[in-house]
T-cell receptor, first 114, second 116 residues
């Protein structure tokens, strides 16, 4: 079945450090890929998405490229801030079945220290 | 445009009781999905409704049920509550024009349920 695998957290970085959170997926068909962010006590917010191979999603300094050859969608940011501390979820939207449903990774907690 | 709203935000119940949670999607969105989030199991898909019909269902017992109204608002119900039902319940809506279409889900703030 379809699945999403994220790197284990927590990830602890100093402010202005480079961030990479790895995400790989297994899917039949051609899923769309997403990164969501969850701040403490809140729901999930869409961070960025990519709908086909080689697409790059970007938002608020975060980027991720849909790599079909490596089935990956790694999240990167060049310089993190304390305000980026949150839990990040990678997800895919499975459309092979005709309808769709989302499959989420387990989430990666990021802590940025001042 | 208003976002997805969920009520109530917090709820405390005791074992054996039942609970109903409500979700109002973004205006114009016709698909509503429900998820359970716990520290141990992460985000788990409960079910998805579109045009008042359940289209997808996750692996949850029959105590978990839902429905969608003609205005796309959705409710989920959990009967005979167990301690393990304590979780954050998230609702997400999307436009979804038809089958096979990829549409982004937008999440509400969640309802935090505590079962004592």
């Amino acid at each position: 079945g379809n699945s999403v695998t994220q790197m284990e957290g927590p990830v602890t970085l100093s402010e202005e450090a480079f961030l990479t959170i790895n995400c790989t997926y297994t899917a039949t068909g051609y899923p769309s890929l997403f990164w969501y962010v969850q701040y403490p006590g809140e729901g999930l917010q869409l961070l960025l998405k990519a709908t086909k191979a080689d697409d790059k999603g970007s938002n608020k300094g975060f980027e991720a490229t849909y790599r079909k050859e490596t089935t990956s969608f790694h999240l990167e940011k060049g310089s993190v801030q304390v305000s980026d501390s949150a839990v990040y979820f990678c997800a895919l939207s499975d459309r092979a079945s005709g309808t769709y449903k989302y499959i989420f990774g387990t989430g990666t907690r990021l802590k940025v220290l001042a | 445009k208003a976002g997805v709203t969920q009520t109530p935000r917090y709820l405390i119940k005791t074992r054996g009781q039942q609970v109903t949670l409500s979700c109002s999607p973004i205006s114009g969105h016709r698909s509503v999905s429900w998820y359970q989030q716990t520290p141990g199991q992460g985000l788990q898909f409960l079910f998805e409704y579109f045009s008042e019909t359940q289209r997808n269902k996750g692996n949850f017992p029959g105590r978990f049920s839902g429905r969608q109204f003609s205005n796309s608002r959705s409710e989920m119900n959990v009967s005979t509550l167990e301690l393990g039902d304590s979780a954050l319940y998230l609702c997400a809506s999307s436009v979804i024009a038809g089958t096979g279409k990829q549409e982004t889900q937008y999440f509400g703030p969640g309802t935090r349920l505590l079962v004592l």
